[in-house]
């Protein structure tokens, strides 16, 4: 669904830019074959860039040589902007190659749609809020992210802060270091685990709004999808509940 949703963008004469835990390697998805499915279905060149391939000429231009404000108060257009209006390309994949350190800024020839594709378990909620604001005036996003657990707000702080043998001896020396960095990576992997609920919940609390795309479903059947507009808020609800996911886990166990 989600490569549907770049392919008519795109067909569309939009401007996408694709974010993802992937690169360009591997077997399956990845940023090149992704890139390519695009470019073979819609006619139009894309760009792709991960950690091998960032010192390329073509990358080095379109990271190095962004927009910039004159002395004179104009607007000096950077290489990717260019190339963006001219229509050389109409879409980049980036890997957390560009997660930081760097940005796309342009007021005249903007981003129209930024997807975020993260089926693996690579990048926290917050790493992905972080690589998809990338664009800074894009305001359009769609985003997959996969979640293989979920823990309700309970079952985390029980994960957090497991009970402890004893809580009266503490160590100074390397043995601190080494449990606070276990304690990071302990950590980081719960939030991993429940990553599609923290990026919800980080979406909305900076305002933003969440909303499911019903036309996938209206094509199969037109009555669930009348449901789902008349009781969305329950709909909504119960899927981001404790019960939705012990329902699949119950009946997975029986397809096993």
Not at 39 to 68: F, H, P
Not at 95 to 110: D, G, I, K, R
Request: proline share 2%; hydrophobic share 35%.
């Amino acid at each position: 669904m989600t490569m549907n949703y770049i392919r008519e963008a795109v067909s569309k004469g939009k401007k996408v830019a694709v974010v993802s835990e992937l690169d360009r390697s591997g077997r399956g998805l990845t940023l090149q074959t992704g890139m390519k499915f695009i470019e073979e279905a819609t006619g139009k060149k894309g760009w792709c860039v991960d950690q091998n391939n960032k010192g390329s000429d073509e990358s080095n231009r379109y990271i190095n040589e962004l927009g910039k404000w004159t002395e004179e108060g104009l607007w000096e257009m950077g290489e990717l902007e260019k190339d963006l209006k001219d229509g050389a390309i109409s879409h980049m994949w980036a890997s957390p190659v560009l997660q930081s350190a760097w940005s796309y800024q342009s007021e005249e020839c903007p981003f129209d749609l930024v997807v975020g594709l993260y089926p693996n378990s690579v990048l926290t909620a917050p790493n992905i809020v972080q690589h998809i604001s990338r664009f800074r005036t894009s305001t359009e996003f769609v985003m997959y992210v996969n979640q293989q657990k979920r823990f309700r707000l309970y079952d985390i702080y029980q994960k957090m802060y497991p009970p402890t043998g004893n809580n009266n001896d503490i160590d100074l020396g390397l043995g601190e270091f080494n449990q606070r960095h276990a304690l990071h990576d302990y950590w980081e992997n719960i939030q991993k685990q429940n990553r599609q609920a923290h990026l919800i919940e980080i979406i909305e609390a900076r305002g933003g709004t969440i909303k499911y795309d019903y036309t996938k479903i209206t094509e199969e059947n037109k009555e669930l999808s009348a449901w789902l507009k008349e009781n969305h808020a329950k709909a909504w609800k119960f899927l981001r509940s404790q019960r939705a996911f012990n329902i699949a886990k119950k009946y997975r166990s029986f397809e096993n």
